[in-house]
Each structure stands twice: as structure tokens, then as C-alpha cells.
């Protein structure tokens, strides 16, 4: 009986880490709402943020490639990385933890800090016009 | 009970599929983890003493970040540690496979200009070569120098 309250449990946990791109753009502009009342999430702004250096000398693009929706290159092993726009590769962005950890990860790396809920917003609207 | 059987199947099924690649003993947290920046390297190839270093300090790694919660950490740690290789470790705090003297001397024939150009970039970069080393099969029949 115990396997099967695991299975069960694991079962009811599977909904609540699914998500979808445009549903983790919604909660990261609601979240940078609180700031700034007035904030609209930008794909211009995204595009931008997403291209330029930001004191390091990676820029997102620098592995990921620009546009993203073609195949990215890790720029220190050469490895290749999945397009990262969701019109490329539609398991993007589906899982709100593993957003968080690269997020966390890869502002880091590009930026020396934590990437704020507006800069999310604006990048995941950017990843989100590109469509191939 | 059908659930229970049926995942008892699956698990059944799963095993034979699993147990084809001793090269790369299957574990998919470490795969999915460690596997997402470069190939996941085979734990053999460094000792024991080498992985705990490296997972000491995952937050700076190379220049880059790539720190684990506590619980993939101590998963992945004690499948290092139990399946890590015997030979001497290379040096320093970070240590490389391609520091290491086993890795030069099954690599003396690569010509030098190889390790540098754009198509391999970085001695790490197995699969450049190793065309199955996503799996762990770095034998001599999935090798293929690129130009």
C-alpha cells in the first residue's frame, strides 16, 4: 500500500511543476508589479538585455545564440545547447524550478547578480515573439 | 493495485535498456546535471578525492555557476564517490581530466593544432570527437577527428 501512496503522490505533484512559457511570463510580470505598478513586460527590452554585455564579458547570446531559436554553442566547451526559444524547442520553459535554476545560474555568470523579475519578464517576451 | 503493477513493469522493462552501457553507470540526475554544459564526464575517469573537490565548490566552477540544491548535490556526490576511478588525481583545487597523465597519454596522437581549432575548442569538449560520449561510449568506433 505505501508504493501506492507514493505512486499517487507523485502523480498529484506532476501538475503543480508543469507550466507553460506564457504562464511564467505572467507570474514574473506580476511579480515585477509590485515594484513598478506600471511595468509591462518588453520583448524589445528582452532582445536588448538578452544581446549586451552587462559588465562581464558573456552576454546571454554568447551561448545561446542570436536569435536563439537556432542551436546555441557553450562559449568556454564548445558544446552545443538547445535553441531556448519555445517556438524552437517546446520543452523550454515548462518547468518553473529548472527556469529558476538557470536563471539563477546564468545571471550570475552574465551579470555578476541575480537577474530581476522584470528582466525575466522582459527576456521570456523576447524568447516568446521568436518563433521558427 | 493496477498502478503498482504497472509501474513494477515499467521499472522491469527499464532494467535491460539500463544495464547495455556499463561505460556510463545510469544515473540520470547526474546526467541531467552535470550533462548540461559539457558531456557528463565518466566518474572513473577522475578519483574520488578529485569529485569532492569539485563538488565542494560548484558555485564557482570553472568561472562559471553551476551550484545544485542539497539534494542533487549529496545524490550526485555518492554516485561520484562510488563510482570514481584509482588512479592518481591531477593538480590543483580544480582538477580536469585533461590534466591528468593517463588523459596525455591516451591523447599523444591527437596533433596539437586539433585541441585549439573551432570545431573542438577545448580539450573538455569530448563529444567533438567522442561522437558518442553523451552516453558514455568513448570507443574507438564512435571517434571521428573532426577537420
Same mark, same amino acid.
Given at each position: 500500500?505505501?508504493?501506492?501512496?507514493?505512486?499517487?503522490?507523485?502523480?498529484?505533484?506532476?501538475?503543480?511543476?508543469?507550466?507553460?512559457?506564457?504562464?511564467?511570463?505572467?507570474?514574473?510580470?506580476?511579480?515585477?508589479?509590485?515594484?513598478?505598478?506600471?511595468?509591462?513586460?518588453?520583448?524589445?527590452?528582452?532582445?536588448?538585455?538578452?544581446?549586451?554585455?552587462?559588465?562581464?564579458?558573456?552576454?546571454?547570446?554568447?551561448?545561446?545564440?542570436?536569435?536563439?531559436?537556432?542551436?546555441?554553442?557553450?562559449?568556454?566547451?564548445?558544446?552545443?545547447?538547445?535553441?531556448?526559444?519555445?517556438?524552437?524547442?517546446?520543452?523550454?520553459?515548462?518547468?518553473?524550478?529548472?527556469?529558476?535554476?538557470?536563471?539563477?545560474?546564468?545571471?550570475?555568470?552574465?551579470?555578476?547578480?541575480?537577474?530581476?523579475?522584470?528582466?525575466?519578464?522582459?527576456?521570456?517576451?523576447?524568447?516568446?515573439?521568436?518563433?521558427? | 493495485?493496477?498502478?503498482?503493477?504497472?509501474? @513494477?513493469?515499467?521499472?522491469?522493462?527499464?532494467?535491460? %535498456? *539500463?544495464?547495455?552501457?556499463? #561505460?556510463? +553507470? &545510469?544515473?540520470? !540526475?547526474?546526467?541531467?546535471?552535470?550533462?548540461?554544459?559539457?558531456?557528463?564526464?565518466?566518474?572513473?575517469?577522475?578519483?574520488?578525492?578529485?569529485?569532492?573537490?569539485?563538488?565542494?565548490?560548484?558555485?564557482?566552477?570553472?568561472?562559471?555557476?553551476?551550484?545544485?540544491?542539497?539534494? @542533487?548535490?549529496?545524490?550526485?556526490?555518492?554516485?561520484? %564517490? *562510488?563510482?570514481?576511478?584509482? #588512479?592518481? +588525481? &591531477?593538480?590543483? !583545487?580544480?582538477?580536469?581530466?585533461?590534466?591528468?597523465?593517463?588523459?596525455?597519454?591516451?591523447?599523444?596522437?591527437?596533433?596539437?593544432?586539433?585541441?585549439?581549432?573551432?570545431?573542438?575548442?577545448?580539450?573538455?569538449?569530448?563529444?567533438?570527437?567522442?561522437?558518442?560520449?553523451?552516453?558514455?561510449?568513448?570507443?574507438?568506433?564512435?571517434?571521428?577527428?573532426?577537420?
Amino acid at each position: 500500500m505505501n508504493i501506492f501512496l507514493l505512486i499517487m503522490a507523485a502523480a498529484l505533484a506532476l501538475p503543480a511543476l508543469a507550466a507553460d512559457p506564457a504562464s511564467l511570463l505572467a507570474g514574473y510580470q506580476a511579480e515585477a508589479r509590485k515594484a513598478d505598478a506600471a511595468f509591462a513586460a518588453s520583448a524589445r527590452r528582452g532582445e536588448h538585455f538578452f544581446t549586451a554585455t552587462h559588465g562581464g564579458e558573456w552576454s546571454c547570446a554568447s551561448c545561446h545564440g542570436n536569435p536563439p531559436d537556432g542551436a546555441g554553442r557553450h562559449a568556454k566547451t564548445g558544446k552545443t545547447i538547445a535553441p531556448l526559444a519555445p517556438g524552437a524547442d517546446p520543452q523550454r520553459f515548462t518547468d518553473a524550478a529548472r527556469s529558476e535554476k538557470w536563471f539563477g545560474r546564468n545571471c550570475k555568470d552574465v551579470l555578476g547578480r541575480v537577474c530581476t523579475s522584470a528582466e525575466k519578464a522582459d527576456v521570456l517576451a523576447f524568447l516568446l515573439k521568436r518563433r521558427s | 493495485m493496477r498502478p503498482v503493477l504497472l509501474a @513494477a513493469l515499467l521499472a522491469l522493462a527499464a532494467l535491460p %535498456a *539500463a544495464a547495455d552501457k556499463p #561505460r556510463l +553507470p &545510469p544515473n540520470p !540526475v547526474y546526467k541531467a546535471e552535470c550533462g548540461s554544459c559539457h558531456v557528463a564526464y565518466p566518474p572513473r575517469l577522475l578519483p574520488a578525492s578529485s569529485w569532492q573537490l569539485l563538488m565542494q565548490r560548484l558555485d564557482r566552477h570553472f568561472g562559471t555557476d553551476a551550484s545544485l540544491d542539497a539534494g @542533487a548535490r549529496e545524490e550526485i556526490g555518492r554516485y561520484l %564517490a *562510488a563510482n570514481a576511478g584509482r #588512479r592518481e +588525481p &591531477p593538480p590543483g !583545487v580544480e582538477p580536469r581530466i585533461t590534466e591528468t597523465r593517463w588523459f596525455a597519454k591516451e591523447h599523444r596522437e591527437v596533433p596539437a593544432a586539433l585541441w585549439k581549432g573551432t570545431a573542438v575548442k577545448s580539450a573538455a569538449n569530448c563529444g567533438a570527437c567522442h561522437r558518442r560520449a553523451d552516453d558514455g561510449d568513448y570507443s574507438e568506433r564512435t571517434l571521428r577527428l573532426p577537420k
